[in-house]
């Protein structure tokens, strides 16, 4: 019974062009068929003219009856593809729809017209269907889901179940004698899935049949949208009117619980468990370093050698760190340590595994701020407004790609990002509430953002702006004084810093990077045209943009506290960055909350501005906004379940356990020559590496024969372009015995962009 059930619910049975020939009883009910349809065309035809039946509806039954008995005829013919099945049960299954509409629906036509314009105006009423009536629709629906199911590939199970919950919902808010009208009625949300389901089953028909085909229809998104639509509607509907309010803020939890689960789901499953190349590599490193050795230097035993060498020392570094190396060969990074020092003390907390997970958690934090700060900002919304506002900020901040991207190979971007946005935060409380205490707050986390990422001092300027002009503080006296407690509190909170600027690079002031010579006003237009275009990816702000825009309009108007608050942390980070030629977008992740805030704000404003002139109009546009964010997070989202992710600098479990297992084949006292994987042999196999592609032919053969004559074993892995040169050089004075292959790890090209590719790995001897 239940594999004749999946039968017939299944496109391809209907569909098959060439199904066989008919006999015995098969034959039979055709036969039967074909003659029950001419009776039925008489009859109907009678029927007609006795009654005033719409000449609408008695041409489509017309239409069914004359495609039902062509189907009859194709199948007894067997002839091509007139043959198939869905000839015989479309207009049949039709034809028994439509006769009873006409029987049960049609006297309640009126309603129903009323019901389906409730269900877009918002407007639940207790409308009272005949049992008929209500039996059709609940077969049409039950059908209709159960066929759109299908096409989704969902088990039969699924459509009855949705139509039971969508029911039982509105059904749970009847206090006394149920009646199924209502919950039946606002089903009618429906429809358009339906309908984008009969496309898709012509699509499908059109291609099995050798037809034109179009495109895929969009079904499960629109599935999805309308299904979460019904399903508020139902609820709604069922909320005591005089309660209704309370909705809002059910919305605004939903929203933001989902995207707090969907992140942690998200950072915490995908995070690295390992980091190469340069800049997420040096992050942990330097955290290994502090959690190990309680210092951000990292000593490098093969630059000693090059020094007595008088060779390029830079080659027997890995990427990422900078000259000068203090006695005793330890050499700092060209990033600012405030991430890796967070990632560090994490380490010393909790062991090792804490290092990679405290960026997830930071991010996850970064995410709930966003959520915060527009409760707080937008103070000329009402409340449940301003929690749907901060649940949407959080969504967009959540799910940006970019975001994501890095912020799984642990770069510094969503700790500045966190420590920014807490910095605007409790300078915000600090300026509406007579507590100097807060204004202190938001010191550290001024104090911290500067840690992270030295640019980023230029959210002073955004918060002194809110400390000078907030409401909180009634004298200009107060006002001096959080400002002054501040500064303060944030000079205290970067010393650290700066002694170590002071100890390591000679001046407290001088940078960590070594890239100054980059910054030229001539690169400003360049900078911030490529920012605004990759800000403008559908993956981020693009298909936002007109809400942000709007949004951005509409709180100049009503809130300039707030405006100018999220202008000047948007405008004068970029201001201090765009002369940088190399800036990129994660760059400014740190003021991708202020954008989310626009855009959300835009949104609720929007939809609080058609729900008083045109409920209709908003039910429209909360379909539309839901649709964009579809479009904009849907390949974000399936990230988690499909685990399609590669970044630079990116290690699974099992990629870092392949370098791990050096270790076992190189044996101690081995030095491993390499590119970009350097950092990550020595960090997971414990073995030193150097870098050969970057020292002239014979700086490196007088490297390898010291090595050799220290009895070093000496290894090369072929994981970049630039070995390849390499291994032909050293062919000439050496001997090369392949010993094993490392698979599916990052294999670097010159541009530094790299693939997963098996890399060989040789044992290098004097030849």
């Known amino acids: 019974m239940i594999q004749t059930a999946y039968r017939l619910s299944s496109l391809a ?32 035809t009678r029927v007609w003219c ?14 069914l009856i004359a495609l039902g008995l062509g189907g009859v005829a194709g199948r007894l013919a067997e002839a091509p593809w007139l043959s198939a099945r869905v000839w015989v049960g479309g207009p049949v299954a039709g034809l028994l729809a439509l006769l009873a509409i006409e029987a049960w629906l049609l ?8 019901a389906w314009r409730d269900v877009w105006t918002w407007r639940p009423r207790l409308r009272r269907l005949s049992g008929g009536a209500t039996a059709v629709l609940v077969a049409i629906h039950l059908v209709a889901l159960c066929t759109v199911g299908r096409l989704l590939g969902w088990a039969l199970w699924v459509g009855p179940m949705m139509l039971v919950v969508l029911m039982a919902v509105r059904l749970a808010g009847q206090p006394r004698r149920l009646e199924p009208g209502p919950a039946v009625l606002g089903l009618g949300a429906l429809a358009p899935a339906y309908l984008l389901g009969g496309l898709e089953v012509a699509r499908r028909a059109a291609a099995r049949l050798g037809g034109w085909v179009p495109g895929p229809v969009p079904l499960w998104p629109a599935v999805a949208i309308l299904l979460g639509y019904t399903l508020a509607y139902q609820v709604y509907g069922a909320w005591p009117e005089a309660r209704r309010r309370v909705l809002w803020w059910a919305l605004a939890v939903v929203l933001l619980g989902g995207a707090l689960a969907w992140a942690a789901w998200a950072y915490l499953s995908l995070y690295a468990r390992g980091v190469t190349g340069s800049d ?42 900078r000259e000068p190396l203090d006695a005793l060969w330890r050499a700092a990074t060209v990033w600012p340590a405030g991430h890796s020092v967070l990632l560090g003390l994490a380490g010393r907390v909790a062991g090792e595994p804490a290092i990679y997970l405290a960026t997830p958690l930071m991010g996850l934090a970064s995410v709930a701020v966003a959520a915060w700060l527009a409760m707080r900002l937008f103070t000329d919304l009402d409340p449940p407004l301003r929690a749907l506002a901060g649940a949407l900020a959080a969504l967009v901040v959540a799910t940006s790609f970019e975001q994501l991207r890095w912020l799984l190979v642990h770069m510094a971007d969503v700790s500045t990002q966190l420590f920014s946005s807490l910095t605007i935060l409790l300078a ?20 911290l953002a500067y840690w992270t990422r030295h640019t980023q001092l230029a959210v002073v300027v955004p918060a002194l702006f809110l400390l000078a002009r907030g409401r909180g503080a009634t004298t200009s006296r107060e006002r001096l004084l959080k400002g002054a407690a501040f500064l303060m509190v944030a000079l205290v909170v970067a010393l650290p810093d700066l002694g170590y600027h002071q100890q390591v690079f000679g001046s407290a002031l001088q940078p960590e990077s070594q890239e100054l010579e980059l910054y030229a006003l001539r690169a400003v237009p360049a900078t911030t045209v490529s920012l605004t275009r990759a800000w403008l990816a559908g993956c981020e702000l693009g298909y936002l943009v007109p809400f942000l825009l709007g949004g951005a309009l509409i709180l100049g108007r009503r809130n300039r506290l707030a405006a100018w608050a999220l202008a000047l942390w948007l405008l004068v980070p970029w201001a201090v960055q765009a002369p940088y030629v190399s800036l990129r977008l994660r760059d400014l992740l740190p003021a991708l909350p202020a954008l989310a805030l626009l855009a959300a704000y835009g949104v609720v404003q929007a939809l609080a501005w058609l729900s008083a002139q045109r409920r209709g109009a908003a039910s429209a546009l909360v379909l539309v906004v839901a649709g964009l964010l579809w479009l904009r997070t849907a390949g974000t989202a399936s990230l988690p379940q499909s685990r399609a992710f590669n970044n630079f600098g990116y290690l699974w479990a099992t990629q870092r356990a392949e370098l791990a297992g050096l270790a076992a084949v190189t044996g101690e006292g081995a030095a491993v020559g390499c590119t970009l994987n350097s950092g990550a042999v020595e960090l997971y196999a414990g073995r030193e590496t150097f870098r050969p592609a970057d020292w002239p ?21 072929d994981d970049g372009e630039a070995m390849s040169a390499v291994i032909a050089m050293v062919m000439e004075y050496g001997r090369l015995e392949p010993v094993g292959v490392l698979e599916r790890i990052p294999y670097f090209f010159l541009d530094a962009g790299s693939e997963l590719r098996d890399v060989q790995l040789y044992r290098l001897d004097p030849g």
């Open 13 to 44: 049975y209907w569909l098959e062009a060439a199904p066989g020939t008919l006999g015995g009883t098969v034959l039979a009910l055709h036969l039967a068929l074909g003659a029950l349809l001419v009776l039925v065309a008489v009859w109907r």
């Open 50 to 63: 006795r009654r005033g039946t719409p000449p609408g509806l008695r041409a489509l039954e017309a239409i």
């Open 107 to 114: 006297p309640d036509w009126p309603l129903l017209c009323d």
């Open 280 to 321: 997420p590599y040096c992050y942990v490193q330097m955290a290994v370093d502090v959690m190990r050795h309680g210092s951000l230097l990292h000593r490098f035993p093969l630059a000693a050698l090059a020094g007595r060498l008088q060779i390029d020392v830079l080659p027997a570094m890995h990427v990422g760190y």
């Open 428 to 447: 915000w409380i600090a300026a509406r509430r007579g507590r100097w205490v807060w204004a202190a707050a938001a010191g550290v986390a001024l104090g």
């Open 697 to 717: 032919a014979q700086d490196l053969e007088r490297f390898l024969r010291a090595l050799w004559g220290e009895g070093r074993p000496v290894y090369l892995l």
